[in-house]
């Protein structure tokens, strides 16, 4: 049993929407989890029925092969929710020592973590500030160290790079990595589907309420390919004679994008191009970026959810 | 367990240690008796001294009026309504001959009013003159009804009010209850508005500051709410005490500074006074506090009052809690929201008045058992006497309602405050709210 965490038939309804309607996924220990989907789709009460702010209305969540019990695992838990919060008028240090102790850490050993991630982000000098003496990125900052401080295995980020600079960002993001590597467990939600290509091992997209999605980025990018072929030849050539090989779909300055008809394969492609006596310097795939299957599924579903009166 | 008392622990320093808190500590003691001390000195200079131009065309009362600090009077028949003012007096007091079979009109002519005490005060002169004249005229003498009526005063009898209770004789003191009652009533009034607005606050300051959700994933709703209200009351207390030691080192320097002449002038202005005035009177206040200090239980009195502050505290801030923690943005939400709790603040006080002066009747008795009022309502009722006038039975009754009123709203708030410190951008009724707090968990 390797996944940390596992979410069967879970569902949630408010009075007027199916926010969370029977969505099942596994995330295995150590990887990097993507949870997409529009604004509003139920993104955020699913993570708050995964960190225990919620209850389920039905099905069940398990953690580390056991049922989840909100109270007992919250402290394996680190949460950094969309709308970042931190009183604001408290000193940094002491901010940081009073989060990580609500999640169980002795006041030593909280002020140990917390001197190393200060100087791992180069926050030592803002220990007496307060936060709103912070920028937004700033803040942020601060908010990503006060989640991962107790070295939670579970590790949720809502949005985590909103605001941040490509520098902090990549900080963060190098972080990340490293908190994987160490083993720990992240979900990692957002609508930034770039981020995602790089960062995310298996994906999910969640569209109004249910999961129309799920799988790894590679077998994702796979399963939406449309047999499209960028070829680059040397010199800019007017046309290819007709064939029923493949179709030319798009033309840019020196290179075409061809579209392999069915039955046919990448290979039948280059033969035939090789007979046609341009030099050919590039043939690549083009996959479909995470971007283009979201906007492919989401599309043509209303952009916002709609009220409606639900009887379970 | 250990989560709350860090939460508690939290809300306790981070608003001990800050600068308005300290201010407030250390200022209003100084304010207070600041202020009335102000007071004490504008009631000794500031009253007003008439004259009063006396025409009394049959000289019937020809010195007959004694002059007093507020009014002197001068027998002019010289003077007429007309030119009063120019002789420089402040008033003509127009007296026709008067005759005892018909009902004549003294007049009391002036530009501007001479304010209730002053009228009272000529007008008691007029009648004790008229009095004299009347016995007088049945052939008693003067000095025998002078005579007769400081002795009936002073050496025949002496008026004593007791309370008498099994075996025990205690003497009572009505305007000592009253004052201690009626403060006590006040102080717990105002302090659930203030400490109760800051629990409001600070669960608003979450919700907008967006921390909640933070917390919420660390600890579980009820401990957030829980450690904030129990941290403010541990402030309150800390204030409480600090005012308690501050007042009593300030008062014992206070009246060490007041010469003595100026309290005996206070004490002289109070007598003059009409009746009615005198309650009202601060100075006459601050010169009784130092007699009703002897004869009170402090033990219990100081008991009850710190559990009616604290059982009233706990009673009404869940309620603020789960006000606060349904409000967005707008203040305005807060206070629509509020009046079903203000309300029966007020409405306790309003009994309190009620209560302060007549301890026993019913509206007192149920005002002080019933939890939403009890808190304010039995400390105006309890310096009058436990048992006497509050049996202990009442007493009793009044702490466990007050109790299980307090575990019943908290366990009400605590629904309504999990599900409204995460709701964002929605306006909330009051009909909802009910609903989030009997639905089923």
């Known amino acids: ?312 | 367990m250990d989560k709350i008392w860090l939460i508690i622990k939290r809300e306790y320093l981070t608003r001990v240690r800050n600068k308005t808190f300290i201010l407030s500590t250390f200022l209003l003691p100084i304010v207070m008796i600041g202020f009335i001390a102000v007071v004490v000195v504008i009631t000794v200079n500031s009253v007003d001294q008439y004259k009063i131009a006396v025409s009394d065309s049959s000289g019937m009362f020809k010195d007959e009026f004694k002059n007093s600090k507020m009014v002197t009077f001068a027998y002019r028949n010289d003077v007429n309504e007309r030119n009063y003012v120019k002789e420089g007096f402040s008033g003509i007091l127009l007296i026709p001959r008067l005759r005892t079979d018909k009902k004549d009109t003294i007049r009391l002519i002036s530009e501007k009013q001479l304010g209730m005490m002053t009228d009272d005060a000529i007008r008691k002169e007029i009648n004790k003159a008229v009095e004299d004249k009347m016995f007088q005229d049945r052939g008693i003498d003067r000095h025998v009804i002078d005579s007769i009526r400081e002795n009936s005063e002073n050496s025949v009898y002496a008026f004593k009010s007791l309370q008498v209770k099994g075996g025990e004789i205690k003497e009572s003191n009505s305007g000592r209850s009253y004052g201690i009652g009626f403060a006590c009533g006040i102080l717990i009034y105002i302090t659930l508005f203030i400490y109760g607005a800051a629990v409001m606050r600070g669960v608003m300051e979450e919700k907008m500051n967006r921390i909640a959700e933070v917390m919420i994933s660390s600890a579980k709703p009820f401990q957030l709410m829980m450690g904030k209200i129990v941290g403010i009351a541990a402030v309150s207390l800390t204030q409480f005490l600090m005012w308690i030691v501050l007042m009593t080192i300030l008062s014992t320097a206070l009246t060490a500074f007041i010469p003595h002449e100026m309290m005996a002038q206070a004490q002289q202005v109070n007598q003059n006074m009409p009746n009615m005035a005198t309650n009202n009177s601060m100075a006459y206040k601050i010169l009784e506090i130092k007699n009703i200090f002897d004869g009170v239980n402090w033990g219990l009195l100081l008991f009850c009052f710190f559990f009616y502050f604290l059982g009233g505290y706990l009673f009404y801030s869940s309620l603020f809690a789960a006000v606060g923690s349904v409000v967005n943005e707008d203040p305005q939400e807060a206070q629509a929201l509020m009046l079903p709790i203000t309300m029966p603040i007020i409405l306790s006080f309003v009994v309190m008045s009620i209560a302060a002066s007549t301890p026993s009747s019913p509206a007192a008795v149920w005002g002080s058992i019933i939890p939403f009022s009890s808190p304010i309502v039995m400390m105006a009722r309890i310096p009058y006497g436990v048992p006497g006038t509050v049996p202990w039975w009442q007493l009793g009754l009044s702490m466990v309602l007050l109790l299980l009123g307090f575990l019943f709203t908290t366990w009400m708030s605590a629904k309504i405050y999990r599900t409204g410190i995460l709701l964002y951008g929605k306006k909330v009724t009051l009909k909802e709210l009910v609903k989030w707090a009997f639905r089923k968990s």
């Open chain 1, 1 to 312: 049993m390797d996944n940390l965490i596992s979410v069967q038939h879970l569902k949630k309804y408010y009075a007027t929407q199916k926010a969370v309607d029977d969505i099942s996924f596994s995330i295995s220990k150590g990887s990097i989890f993507g949870m997409l989907g529009p604004n509003g789709a139920g993104k955020t009460t699913l993570l708050r029925m995964i960190t225990g702010i919620f209850f389920p209305d039905s099905g069940e969540i398990l953690f580390n092969g056991k049922k989840f019990d909100a109270i007992a695992d919250v402290s394996q838990i680190g949460y950094m929710p969309e709308e970042r919060g931190l009183y604001k008028k408290m000193k940094i240090g002491e901010q940081a020592i009073y989060l990580a102790r609500l999640k169980g850490l002795s006041r030593s050993d909280a002020m140990q973590k917390i001197r190393y991630w200060f100087e791992k982000m180069e926050m030592q000098s803002w220990w007496n500030k307060k936060v709103e003496d912070l920028s937004k990125g700033m803040s942020q900052k601060l908010q990503f160290v006060t989640t991962v401080l107790h070295e939670p295995s579970l590790v949720i980020l809502d949005e985590p790079f909103s605001g941040l600079d490509p520098v902090n960002a990549n900080m963060i993001k190098d972080e990340i990595y490293g908190l994987a590597q160490k083993g720990s467990t992240i979900i990692f939600s957002t609508h930034r589907m770039e981020q995602v290509e790089e960062i995310c091992d298996h994906i999910v997209l969640i569209n109004k309420g249910t999961k129309i999605l799920d799988g790894t980025v590679r077998r994702v990018k796979q399963d939406f390919k449309e047999n499209l072929f960028q070829v680059g030849f040397e010199k800019e050539i007017a046309s290819l004679p007709p064939n029923n090989i493949f179709e030319v779909v798009g033309t840019t300055d020196h290179s075409l994008v061809l579209k392999i008809k069915e039955g046919h394969k990448p290979h039948d492609v280059l033969q035939f191009l090789l007979g046609q006596q341009h030099e050919i310097v590039l043939f690549q795939e083009i996959l479909p970026s995470l971007n283009d299957i979201f906007i492919r599924l989401v599309e043509g579903t209303p952009l916002s959810r709609q009220f409606q009166p639900i009887t379970t």
